[in-house]
């Protein structure tokens, strides 16, 4: 197994921005606001663009190789499931108020997993870009479809000023909504299940409105939760030189579900995952990076990911001459 990487999969939404459909667009009906860089949802199955294995799709690879991709403790819980999904979110409008499953109600509703995320803001193109994540204040379902039948629905919503940099966990159970001019990246657990409440009174070009879920979302929805989600990001392993930071590894998320650190290359950097047993996904998120492996070399651009087996254990990281680098370092 070698370092992988996969040809990115666009989707087309109502709300999609200008950043992603520069370059993956494909109408000017409905811009992409979505792209999925490492999937295996059915459908959805990201297929590898490099080296020897090019072609196949991400779930054959896990079939194949099996813990030699995930890692034995990941495969032995996940078999051939690819435990992650991870995409780039770009708003030009706000994304619908909504609320995922947790574990429990998905398996019992769709024979799934359900649906815990994270965002990292990579940039902002409003200055008045903003996000929804729980409620302002302790509230109940029969409050709630007072204030939404009344339309005063966003009294009830932790509307949040964003700004690069900042990183919000979403468990399953927190209502909330990407706004307008947020370019985000997802990590999340491997599902699409959302349960649509508020759709700010949208139609498509045919005149139609998007599905609402209002009776599976009462269900799901933690009206306790008042959590904005925002995460306080903890230096956990640097390189120093002096008394300057050169390089720095910061932990942004750890949960059961996935850790997502992020990676600052300012001069080489050797990434070490001899004693991990999982895979480790790195995206970039700011300048382009290479990477050295047995031999080969990877480069890395903005929006771009490479998948890590868990058999590799060391790369060697560069940033390419005058670019910043910084990466989002992801493992279960």
């Known amino acids: 197994m070698y370092p992988l990487k996969f040809d990115p999969i666009p989707l087309a939404k109502i709300w999609g921005g200008e950043i992603l459909n520069q370059t993956y667009g494909q109408n000017e009906v409905d811009p992409i606001g979505e792209l999925l860089l490492v999937s295996g949802l059915k459908d959805q199955e990201s297929v590898v663009s490099n080296g020897e294995l090019k072609g196949r799709t991400l779930n054959s690879l896990i079939e194949s190789y099996k813990d030699q991709l995930l890692g034995e403790k990941n495969y032995a819980t996940f078999k051939n499931e690819f435990p992650l999904l991870i995409k780039i979110i770009d708003a030009a409008d706000d994304l619908s108020i909504q609320v995922h499953p947790d574990d429990q109600l998905a398996k019992k509703w769709h024979d799934g997993s359900g649906k815990s995320e994270m965002w990292y803001v990579i940039d902002t193109h409003d200055e008045n870009a903003s996000l929804i994540s729980g409620f302002s204040r302790v509230t109940s379902e029969d409050e709630f479809k007072t204030h939404y039948e009344s339309g005063h629905l966003m009294q009830l919503m932790n509307s949040i000023k964003i700004a690069p940099g900042d990183v919000y966990y979403i468990p399953a159970g927190k209502v909330h909504s990407i706004g307008k001019g947020a370019l985000i990246a997802e990590i999340q657990q491997p599902s699409d299940l959302t349960y649509r409440i508020y759709d700010f009174d949208r139609t498509d070009q045919n005149g139609n409105s998007r599905e609402l879920h209002h009776e599976l979302a009462y269900k799901a929805m933690n009206f306790a939760d008042c959590d904005t989600g925002l995460q306080n990001a903890h230096l956990n392993n640097s390189v120093l030189n002096g008394n300057v930071i050169r390089n720095t590894r910061t932990e942004l998320?750890?949960?059961?579900?996935?850790?997502t650190n992020k990676i600052s290359i300012e001069q080489e950097y050797i990434a070490d995952y001899e004693s991990f047993d999982s895979f480790v996904v790195l995206l970039a998120t700011e300048g382009s990076c290479e990477f050295q492996y047995r031999g080969n070399s990877y480069s890395l651009s903005r929006f771009e990911s490479l998948l890590i087996p868990a058999t590799v254990d060391k790369l060697?990281?560069?940033?390419?001459?005058?670019?910043?680098?910084?990466?989002?370092?992801?493992y279960v």
């Open 253 to 259: 998320v750890a949960n059961e579900y996935f850790v």
């Open 316 to 330: 060697l990281i560069q940033k390419t001459k005058g670019d910043k680098c910084k990466l989002l370092e992801i």
